[in-house]
């Protein structure tokens, strides 16, 4: 399975991104997804999962309400909708899949993922 994200860039403080994330090779290994986020120098930090029928999902305190995941199978891509994005979401996004074999429980911890993507950066200006 392979993880391409993209979609990041430089946004103003209050502004709105759309990641992507689409997935290739034996997609039918795939369970649960999600996005995680990096800033150098501190550990990966969970943003939001979705299941696998994308009918639930599961956030990050600081991210409920302003962020939204979803996925559509179809086209084997995950999204994440940031909007009123802080300077504190400044950060390489990272998105990851669960394999099948673990289930459909949600996961925050980056040790339950078996799949990654690339990061893509976001950046936000105050």
């Known amino acids: 399975v392979q993880l391409q994200a993209s979609g990041g860039g430089l946004v103003q403080a209050g502004g709105s991104l759309r990641l992507s994330c689409a997935a290739s090779?034996?997609?039918?290994?795939?369970?649960?997804m999600g996005w995680f986020r990096q800033v150098p120098g501190k550990e990966r930090e969970f943003v939001a999962a979705v299941s696998l029928s994308g009918s639930s999902t599961y956030y990050a305190d600081s991210m409920k309400g302003r962020f939204t995941i979803s996925r559509d199978n179809a086209k084997n891509t995950v999204y994440l909708q940031m909007n009123s994005l802080k300077p504190e979401d400044t950060a390489d996004y990272y998105c990851?899949?669960?394999?099948?074999?673990?289930?459909?429980?949600?996961?925050?911890?980056?040790?339950?993922?078996?799949?990654w993507g690339q990061g893509t950066q976001v950046t936000v200006s105050s």
């Open positions: 990851a899949a669960k394999g099948y074999y673990r289930g459909s429980s949600f996961s925050t911890l980056v040790s339950e993922y078996d799949y």
């Open positions: 090779g034996r997609t039918f290994g795939i369970n649960a």
